[in-house]
């Protein structure tokens, strides 16, 4: 099940996945906003008509004003829709699919994107920054209030994103990684048994590298 604001890119993703041989799969997307009640409702519904959900991958995020401004300067209304995008709407998500996730053989998974900069204190990042370190937190607290579910606080790292572009505008980011170099490492997570918590998936690309 696939969801995403842009409804064309949503379509290219779906296509894209039917050509790589997943059309015996059933896949459906919902196009809409995660910050949209009905959205998440219809997302909830669309998954417990498909028989149960196994996995909750948390990546929908806005970055924030851009250029990014220092917080002497940074305007409130940007930082409450970082803040409602980044964390209440993932926390929203959990809540509507929490049920069917716990009802997963073998225990459900919850991925919570976040990033380096949810740690680390970079000029021009404390909206998004503080909005990210607040996942973590949720992330850590729903692990040890769900010790059935594994909990994860994913950073993927740098990327060739939209969102990082939007970081540095007019600047060539083309040195990043593009994201599908990292699809490996978060399979094997998503697909492992390992103890919930924070980890980043350059970690676990290097300690794939080394066996």
Known sequence: MLDARDASTLRTSEEELRWDGAASTPI?????DVNDPAHRRALAGAARELGGLDLLVNNAGVLGPSPLPPLARYPLDGLREVVEVNVVAPLALF?????LLRAAPGGGRVVMITSDAAAEAYPGWGGYGAAKAAVEQLAAVLAAEEPGLRVWAVDPGDLRTRMHQEAFPGEDISDRPEPETVVPAFLSLVESDRASGRLRLADL???QSSR
């Open 205 to 207: 690309e290097a300690g």
């Open 95 to 99: 809540q509507a699919t929490a049920e």
């Open 28 to 32: 459906v997307s919902i196009p809409g």
